[in-house]
């Protein structure tokens, strides 16, 4: 296994063509590898809905430049965390260009109860950062994005998903990557800082 591909996946927005298109087959085969994630049971609740049309896009766009402004307009950032920030807004800015928008949903409402959570998100997400990992060995790349669920009711009016049954949980939005010009890893804490052995109240 590339174990480099694990490390170099970052949230790529600033690298994503604009201007070039992603073959439906190439976004199958990625897909392909994807569902190969684990899930509760076998279940595979993921469901794909991929937004193409330039005029739908931009309606989508829309709900989520307003849950992302929601989003900044509710927090005050760490110093650290500004340049992503900023390059969230770049993508929130320009949303409505990149060739494919993959909305990843799962059957059924989210669930109340913690474990039925766990099992609901977490039968999901490995699969998703699959897809993360496969679009970017072939030279494509995306974001995990989540802002436009603020208007998940709306956007689901607007794709005809029906909200009572289908849980919108991501949205990807793909594009073939340009060359790199920052560093190739994202900042991370070293795992020493945060693991503890044996007992939580360990020194
Ligand atoms: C659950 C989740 C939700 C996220 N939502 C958004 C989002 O709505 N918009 C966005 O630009 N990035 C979003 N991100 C991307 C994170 O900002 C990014 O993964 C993180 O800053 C690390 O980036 P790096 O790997 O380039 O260092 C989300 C990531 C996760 C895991």
């Known amino acids: 296994m ?35 994630a684990p899930s509760g049971t076998n279940r595979q609740p993921w469901r794909f809905l991929v937004i ?16 992302f402004a929601a989003y900044l307009s509710a927090r005050t950032p760490r110093p650290d965390q500004l340049r992503d920030l900023a390059s ?8 409505h260009e ?9 059957p059924g409402r989210p669930p109340a109860s913690p ?16 897809l993360l990992l496969a ?9 995990l994005t989540t802002a436009h669920l603020a208007h998940e009711r709306e956007v689901a009016e607007l794709l005809g998903i029906p909200f009572d049954d289908i849980s919108q949980v991501a949205l990807l939005p793909v594009a073939h990557l340009k060359p790199a010009s920052g560093p190739p890893s994202g900042p991370r804490t070293p ?6 052995w044996d007992r939580w109240d360990n020194a």
């Open 88 to 95: 969230g807004q770049y993508l929130a800015d320009h949303l």
């Open 191 to 196: 795992a020493a800082e945060l693991t503890r």
């Open 98 to 106: 990149v060739p494919a928008l993959v909305l990843v949903c799962a």
């Open 135 to 143: 679009l970017h060995s072939r030279g494509l790349g995306s974001t």
């Open 115 to 130: 474990l039925q959570l766990a099992s609901f998100y977490g039968s999901i997400y490995p699969m998703v950062w699959n």
């Open 2 to 36: 590339e174990l480099e591909l694990l490390t170099t996946t970052r949230a790529f927005r600033r690298r994503l063509d604009l201007t070039r298109p992603v073959a439906r087959q190439e976004l199958l085969d990625c897909l392909d590898i994807a569902v190969h």
């Open 52 to 67: 193409e049309d330039p005029a739908t896009k931009n309606e989508v766009a829309e709900y989520y430049r307003k849950g």
